[in-house]
């Protein structure tokens, strides 16, 4: 069995030259390692509550007006509001006024709505329906109960409307057969009420039929009673009126030859002259 030689125990580090650094306290290094741990630690928090106080205070501060932010073309600028001064010519309080008001209290255009068809009338004339003045055909308003007249030509104040044969012709008065038949009862008109219908003394009506002005028995239809309502208009002549068509119009009645019928509005004085006629006190 071999021997184990023991082993002398290690020397220590002194006798090796090296020797304990005895001109420091024990622990100094921890000390300073935690002090400078300790130092940047306030030093970060510090920094942090100042970034936080600054961009709170830009959050809160008030934006720059006027010309502050006019940094030129292409960018946002906020101008001041206008001080309100006094209302000028045609403007209220809330601005501009687009409309007048007329005496009911309602508001009236000043054109008329895009798209609207004009009416084919005479110049000069009104679109309205109401009668002309004086009261009744020939004047004021829709007669409320019918009104006996005789019709006389402007142009030949010596002639009236006549039913003859049926149709109806300007003529001069005779006897008395022939003044009986140159005397109506002016009625509100079969087809509207603001307008006109004639009937003559055996209690036919006046219709035009192919344009042509004749006395027929009333039908009972829609038709008959558009073809028997004419809407007076006022004439070119003082006192007189002008007779439109209801289902026509733009077709007044007319005297030619004579005769009495529809005929489409002409710009001329003849036309004009032959389309007037006045209501007067009947002859029979």
Not at 30 to 35: D, K, M, N, P, V
Not at 65 to 72: K, Q, R, Y
Not at 81 to 93: I, K, R, Y
């Amino acid at each position: 069995m071999p021997r184990t030689t023991p082993q002398p125990p290690p020397r220590p580090s002194w006798e090796n030259g090296w020797a304990p650094d005895t001109s420091r306290t024990p622990g100094t290094r921890r000390l300073w390692l935690a002090g400078t741990l300790a130092l940047a630690t306030v030093i970060a928090c510090a920094t942090a509550i100042a970034v936080g106080h600054g961009g709170s205070d830009r959050a809160t501060a008030p934006p720059p007006t006027g010309a502050a932010l006019d940094h030129g073309p292409g960018l946002l600028s906020f101008a001041s509001p206008a001080t309100p001064g006094p209302a000028g010519p045609g403007e209220d309080e809330t601005g501009p006024r687009t409309a007048s008001t007329g005496p009911s209290g309602s508001a009236t255009a000043s054109a008329a709505a895009p798209g609207a068809t004009p009416r084919t009338s005479p110049p000069g004339t009104k679109p309205a329906t109401s009668a002309p003045p004086g009261g009744g055909p020939g004047g004021g308003a829709t007669p409320r109960s019918p009104l006996h007249r005789s019709v006389r030509s402007v142009n030949y104040p010596d002639r009236y409307w006549q039913v003859s044969g049926g149709y109806v012709t300007l003529d001069t008065p005779g006897g008395p057969e022939s003044r009986a038949d140159s005397s109506f009862t002016v009625t509100d008109g079969l087809a509207n009420g603001s307008c006109y219908s004639f009937r003559t003394s055996d209690g036919r009506y006046l219709r035009h039929r192919d344009f042509v002005l004749r006395a027929d028995r009333d039908d009972g239809s829609s038709l008959f009673r558009q073809d028997a309502t004419f809407c007076a208009r006022p004439s070119a002549y003082s006192g007189a009126v002008v007779l439109e068509s209801v289902n026509y119009p733009g077709r007044f009645l007319r005297h030619q030859n004579f005769r009495l019928g529809l005929v489409s509005y002409q710009d001329s004085d003849l036309y004009r002259a032959d389309s007037a006629f006045r209501l007067t006190t009947p002859l029979a």
